[in-house]
């Protein structure tokens, strides 16, 4: 069976005037909290968040920057393609309840969407998830050095992410933020 690609892509002026980071936002789902999963292979955007009734998102809110997302390739010898999602939490743990939170988190299965500074909101783990690989909470050496808590969360996905949009980006948000525990 032979794949083969079905489009073309361009190039415009505002793609070229794009901005790199996170914005200080992500919000995470709990995979099992899902209603209906989250197709990994539809096409176009995704429109709702499927959560069960009376569940939530929840926003882990830092420092703009701090939050990061890698998307790679991997293809087996036999030539299947999957793409490793990445995502980085910066967060500063100041309480039992935050560190309660971060425990948890280390032994949940999520999803996380991003909105990137270009105002896209990213899916990452849609449909298999997300765990947590690595987790490092740091003091620094100096009075001004970092003791924010890094937390990676990895998954594999049929596909690159998904881009969840109602209407437009303040509708996405209020969405979003109506939705939050």
Known sequence: ??????????????????????????????????????????????TNIPLTTYRSLYKIEGAKFAHSFEV????SDEGNVQWEHKVTIKVVNTTPTTDAVLEDLCTSEVGAIIQSNNNEFLIFGAANGLTATESVIMSGQKAGDSSATTLTLTGNEQSIYKRLLRTDVNTTLAYLIAMEA
């Open 72 to 75: 790679t390739e991997k293809r």
């Open 1 to 46: 069976m032979a794949c083969s690609i079905s489009s073309s892509i361009s190039i415009t002026c505002d793609a070229l005037r794009r901005v790199g980071g996170v914005n200080k936002r992500i919000w995470l789902f709990n995979m099992t909290d899902l209603s209906t999963p989250i197709s990994a292979l539809a096409d176009g955007y995704v």
